[in-house]
């Protein structure tokens, strides 16, 4: 999409069209911070991001990030009200298109409010400074002698005046540079509890996702794909389809037949009447073909690539007073976004393309479609809509490749949308991996030496070779075997780390035992070495690290309490600390998990409803999917496929959960995903503190039919 076009949206949706105040920004963008002020009738198309003031008071800004529950609409306008001084209610955020001058115009990595935490502040307080310049002028006082409130300014004598009634005098005026920011100790919005914005449109059903968007003249289409990972297309047959009613198309590309309609109902009948046949190569994988190659590769010296090694852990295992080894195992798992995947496409006669859905990464699909069509991207528009969960999902452009080609080929604009089974039984999976760890105890139970060894399925590097205690040892070894599969992977929420972390928690606390020590003091012990006298590379603050722990501790009375088995867990990814305790009743008969408690440290907490509902959030996922998550494969295709068979966490099974947060006043950094990883170990270290029984493969259900019981 071009900038012009992004400009008259804005001013659309702003309600600018009677004049107003609109200052242009770079803000999102990959330059050094600027401004410009202007009116509405002549915003520079050099600039890519917009704030505007309406005469009636109201603030419009852009958001380049799609929304998919990450609650940036809402705490966007929160970071600009705080330091513009406005009411939160007076800002509206408006979702940007995509466009070449946005610099991150993606949802992942729990990077948003990172991103733009510092340049959203400078616009508010650029905004802020230049009221106070047009007052000024208006006063003819010094603008120093001015304070803001309420989206006011004040001058002597109690005298005031809107932004908005100033709003023709400030548009004529040059942008303040280098204007202050406020201190954490001002913030009168910024850390309180704010609904979100989205919430009543929610609530009633409003149209908001990909999957309720309607063009005039729009289709339908759904893809059958080969039902097994490595099944090829050898024929079909759409005679008896294409005479059934609604159905206007059946078009093949890419291993895949497309039949396209006037609704979802009739292409669903028709899929049953389409005749093809799949030819098998003889490769097809199977989980039980899996477990062996997992063996062969952990037991083979050879197989591994080191991607990190201090000191000699060779020597210091053969030196070892005690040697504590263990292995852990997860399967594939989908990623079950509540919101149907779908995309639509309009591949136009003039050469022209239309692209509109739920799209973590709308730059990537509009360079894939614009590889796959031969057609400029200049030419490709995308329509960005709000996301209903994707959890790396819709970091794939998979779909909306498929909805472009089939388009082209229908010669229709179409809106192509998967079943759950599509989704489930084709789509892209968490990897399979399994871990080999062993550490090295000296005589005085100190740590002496740590090895992981991981093996994953289509995974790339499935070890994360700087995590804790990386750089807390001073003999340590990672290594890491990707095993190529036919089986299509992808980012899953927290990729590799929501399991890692479940896997080196576990093994910590099994070491902590070996070592007759409490597995907390265990911990931090660690950090004082890696505080101390790091060994190597150090990629966390252990400090912070340890402040988290304590919280946490501190807030479950760790170890205090006599009535409940309590596990531990503590896990750094994309810049946020969170530690878990776990608490489990001690009864045998019937053992329960009864609580979660968090403590986060994701510097300053923006909206602390928002935050603490990415807590609870991410806490049910992680319990849900070690408990009971699994995708297995027999002859390349999924045993499981739709939520009769692919089991995952109930209402009545999500314990009571407390979120607390570090309050250390660090900037912003991402909560979508680091409070999942720690979760599995949590729970696996409670149950093993309650029955002595130690958890190695999830789900937890399956290894142990027992320990359903425990949730």
């Known amino acids: 999409m071009n900038n012009n076009h992004t400009r008259r949206d804005f001013l659309k949706s702003a309600s600018l069209a009677s004049g107003g105040l609109l200052l242009s920004f770079n803000w999102l963008g990959k330059e050094a911070f600027a401004a410009k002020v202007s009116d509405a009738s002549a915003i520079p198309v050099e600039f890519n991001a917009y704030l505007s003031i309406a005469p009636n008071g109201k603030i419009s800004i852009f958001s380049p990030n799609p929304e998919i529950g990450q609650g940036i609409k809402t705490a966007f306008p929160l970071i600009v009200a705080e330091e513009l001084d406005v009411d939160f209610n007076d800002v509206q955020v408006l979702q940007a298109d995509l466009s070449d001058k946005f610099e991150r115009q993606l949802t992942g990595g729990s990077g948003a409010i990172k991103h733009s935490w510092d340049r959203l502040r400078m616009a508010g307080a650029t905004a802020r400074e230049l009221m106070k310049m047009a007052a000024a002028q208006k006063w003819n006082v010094s603008a120093d002698k001015l304070t803001t409130k309420d989206g006011k300014v004040w001058g002597p004598n109690n005298t005031s005046i809107t932004y908005g009634e100033l709003v023709d005098t400030a548009k004529t005026m040059q942008a303040p540079e280098n204007v202050a920011l406020r201190p954490q100790s001002d913030y009168t919005l910024i850390g309180g509890w704010h609904k979100g914005v989205d919430n009543p449109n929610v609530l009633v059903g409003k149209r908001l996702f990909g999957i309720d968007l309607k063009k005039d003249g729009m289709f339908h289409a759904q893809i059958q794909r ?16 294409l005479t059934m009613p609604g159905i206007v198309d059946v078009v093949s590309f890419d291993n895949k037949v497309a039949v396209v309609g006037e609704s979802t109902w009739q292409i669903m009948q028709a899929r049953k009447k389409l005749k093809i046949e799949w030819e098998d190569p003889g490769n097809l994988e199977s989980t039980h073909e899996h477990d062996e190659m997992f063996k062969k590769l952990l037991n083979d010296p050879k197989s591994g690539e080191t991607k990190r090694k201090d000191g000699d852990p060779e020597s210091a ?21 509540m919101e ?12 022209t393309v239309e692209l509109a859905g739920p799209s973590q990464t709308p730059g990537r699909a509009r360079a894939s479609v614009s590889k796959i069509l031969d057609i400029p991207q200049e030419k490709i528009s995308v329509e960005l809509t709000k996301m209903g969960g994707g959890f790396g999902r819709r970091l794939d452009d998979g779909y909306a490749i498929e909805a472009a080609q089939v388009s082209k080929l229908s010669k229709r604009p179409v809106k192509v949308t998967w079943l759950k089974e599509d989704d489930i039984g084709g789509g892209y999976y968490r990897p399979a991996v399994r871990y080999r760890f062993r550490a090295a105890l000296d005589a005085q139970g100190q740590m002496i030496g ?23 040892v001073d003999n340590y070894w990672v290594e890491n075997v990707n095993q190529e599969s036919h089986i299509t992977t992808g980012p899953w929420r927290a990729p590799i780390t929501n399991f890692l972390a479940y896997a080196e928690n576990a093994f910590l606390d099994e070491v902590a035992q070996a070592a007759g020590k409490d597995t907390v003091a265990f911990r931090l012990e660690l950090f004082d070495r890696a505080l101390s006298n790091p060994v190597g590379k150090l990629t966390y603050e252990p400090d912070r690290f340890a402040a988290t722990i304590k919280l ?63 807590i609870y959030g991410a806490v049910t996922d992680g319990i849900g999917h070690a408990m009971y998550g699994k995708l297995t494969f027999k002859n390349g295709e999924p045993e499981e496929k739709n939520y009769d068979k692919y089991r995952l966490i109930r209402m009545k099974e999500v314990p009571e959960v407390e979120a607390y947060f570090v309050d250390n006043g660090k900037s912003p950094t991402g909560l979508g995903e680091p409070a ?36």
């Open 226 to 241: 080969p039902p097994a990972f490595g099944l090829k297309l050898k024929s079909y047959d759409a005679t008896e389809v």
């Open 317 to 337: 295992f053969k030196n070892a007073a005690k040697i504590v080894e263990a292995e852990y195992q997860c399967p594939f798992l989908p990623h079950s976004p």
């Open 340 to 351: 149907p995947m779908n995309f639509y496409a309009n591949v136009k006669a003039d050469g």
């Open 450 to 472: 740590y090895h992981l060894k991981g093996v994953g399925i289509n995974a790339g590097n499935c070890t994360r070779e700087d995590n804790f205690p990386a750089a807390a």
């Open 552 to 614: 946490a501790a501190e807030k479950a009375k760790w170890g205090k309490k006599k009535s409940v088995a309590q596990g531990f867990s503590a896990y750094f990814s994309h810049n946020s600390y969170v530690a878990q305790v776990a608490e489990m009743s001690k009864d045998r008969k019937k053992p329960q998990l009864l609580k979660v408690i968090a403590a986060t440290d994701c510097g300053i907490v923006i909206n602390q409803s928002g935050a603490q509902n990415q």
């Open 676 to 711: 999942l990883p720690p979760t599995g170990g949590a729970i696996a270290n409670a149950i093993a503190a309650a029955t002595g029984k130690r958890l190695y493969s999830q789900p937890f259900n399956l290894e142990d039919i027992e320990v359903e019981q425990y949730l």
